[in-house]
């Protein structure tokens, strides 16, 4: 039984997060990415990486879906970590799954390897050393064939304009005109970078892999 | 020493004004106690009460004027209820007023959880509009309503209203004044159910229903005088032009000349 937004909503406010469509499109966009990611073949054996996991949006659909421990979390916020997890404490959620409050993308703090990983709206606010950062730190982590999902936005323009989220956290447009940065990043990392299309972000953004 | 967090707001008042407002549990508003203080009050009331609005201020006609740039706007009825619509790229016509505009502009930002400055300035779609509103008498000027119809309220559940209040029921004029149903659904009359002074803000969420109602005042008395900050859609000077353009051509259409003249060669050559 999903909880309501309200209840979402009121949750969030407990940890001083006041409300935002990231709670009130809360289904739509943890569907999407949950179906998404069953698409590209993640099955409940897979050990699975939430880079930029926030109230756990979708960790509250993939933590029953996946075997026992196999959901990991990164933030770094650590109020929406904690709303994430008083959600999923209310939603009567047991199984087990491991979060990290951390801003520097160290995945091996996890010590496992993973077969897939997302960064839902994450490069979308990202300054392009930071995606660099975070794409050196999955090389270091992801199983050989591993998939990596995620999304970002193109410009009209190169202006890096920077952003202050929920107005507490500072963040970076890339700034990006096409994906060519990407095209570069997968080379210098020898792995393969794809657009996926036919997959409709609900938000309008572009939707690509890596694939190690 | 001096940091630039000094300036914000305290996270634990945040989360206290939050929960107020937000919180199925809370009310709806939250009221900051004396927000101005009392000689801020007096100067507010006598300078907005004795404004003439058209000398000083270009006669409001409707939204379509608010685009960018635009001079500040003033209506008044027979009554003589007033509202004075004010932005912040003009000079001000009271310093106070504008800088406690921009104080209130700011707090709610920052319960909202955006910038400080965000619609200060029209740089996308919208600004705040901070009005002065004098109502001497009128049975209905705020009927009860919502701002948000539940479509919008997907994209805009965070979006909070201030009302600083600038005079007092029962002094300064008679009736209802302000009410409000709480998130619990109670309908609360301001000054009656929940006391409010002159000098206090109230904090409150468009989605919840809001009147005011029955406002009479003598003409010794200034009314229910209060300020509010909607942040309205700011058009671009082209799409003026547009209007204006589609203003002229109405206006000449409908005139003896345009009927009987101009229409009747236009058609013509149009048809040609």
Request: hydrophobic share 40%; glycine share 6%; proline share 6%.
């Amino acid at each position: 039984m999903a909880l309501p937004i309200s209840e979402l909503i009121d949750i969030a406010v407990e940890e001083n997060i006041p409300p935002s469509n990231y709670f009130t499109k809360w289904y739509e966009l943890g569907e999407w990415q949950f179906e998404t990611l069953k698409d590209l073949g993640l099955r409940p054996s897979h050990t699975f990486l939430d880079v930029g996991c926030g109230p756990l949006r979708l960790g509250y659909k993939l933590i029953p879906f996946l075997d026992n421990k196999n959901y990991y979390g990164i933030d770094a916020v650590l109020p929406l970590i904690n709303v994430g997890k008083n959600i999923l404490k209310r939603e009567g959620i047991t199984k087990e799954y491991t979060v990290l409050h951390n801003s520097d993308f160290e995945f091996d703090k996890f010590n496992t390897k993973f077969d897939y990983a997302i960064a839902a709206s994450v490069f979308t606010y990202s300054g392009l050393d930071k995606i660099q950062q975070c794409v050196v730190a999955l090389k270091k982590v992801m199983k050989p064939a591993s998939t990596f999902l995620f999304t970002y936005i193109l410009q009209k323009n190169d202006i890096p304009v920077g952003t202050i989220m929920d107005g507490i956290a500072p963040m970076r447009f890339p700034a990006l005109r096409d994906s060519s940065f990407f095209e570069e990043v997968a080379r210098r990392n020898n792995i393969s970078f794809r657009v996926l299309t036919g997959k409709n972000h609900p938000t309008g953004q572009i939707v690509a892999v890596f694939e190690f | 020493m001096i940091t630039y967090s000094d300036l914000c707001v305290d996270a634990e008042l945040l989360k206290e004004i939050r929960y107020s407002i937000y919180h199925s549990k809370g009310n709806g508003y939250y009221i900051c106690k004396n927000f101005i203080p009392r000689d801020y009050v007096v100067h507010m009331q006598k300078l907005w009460t004795n404004l003439e609005p058209y000398r000083y201020y270009k006669k409001y006609l409707g939204k379509d004027q608010f685009v960018a740039g635009c001079k500040n706007l003033a209506s008044v009825d027979q009554e003589k209820n007033t509202t004075f619509h004010n932005f912040f790229w003009n000079p001000p016509i009271d310093e106070l007023t504008h800088s406690v505009s921009m104080a209130i502009h700011m707090l709610r930002n920052s319960i909202e959880g955006n910038i400080p400055y965000r619609e200060l300035l029209p740089f996308a779609s919208r600004a705040t509009n901070y009005r002065v509103v004098i109502t001497k008498n009128h049975s209905a000027p705020v009927p009860p309503h919502k701002d948000l119809p539940p479509a919008m309220l997907k994209d805009h559940a965070g979006l909070l209203m201030c009302t600083l209040f600038l005079s007092k029921k029962g002094l300064d004029y008679k009736g209802e004044g302000f009410a409000f149903v709480t998130n619990q659904g109670k309908r609360l009359v301001f000054d009656e159910d929940e006391c409010i002074e002159p000098g206090d803000l109230l904090i409150w969420s468009h989605q919840n229903e809001h009147s005011v109602m029955n406002i009479h005042s003598e003409p010794s008395q200034i009314g229910f005088v209060r300020m509010l900050f909607p942040r309205e859609i700011i058009r671009k000077k082209k799409y003026f032009d547009k209007i204006k353009v589609a203003n002229y051509k109405k206006m000449l259409g409908e005139s003896y000349i345009g009927e009987n003249l101009l229409l009747p060669i236009y058609r013509a050559l149009r048809g040609r």
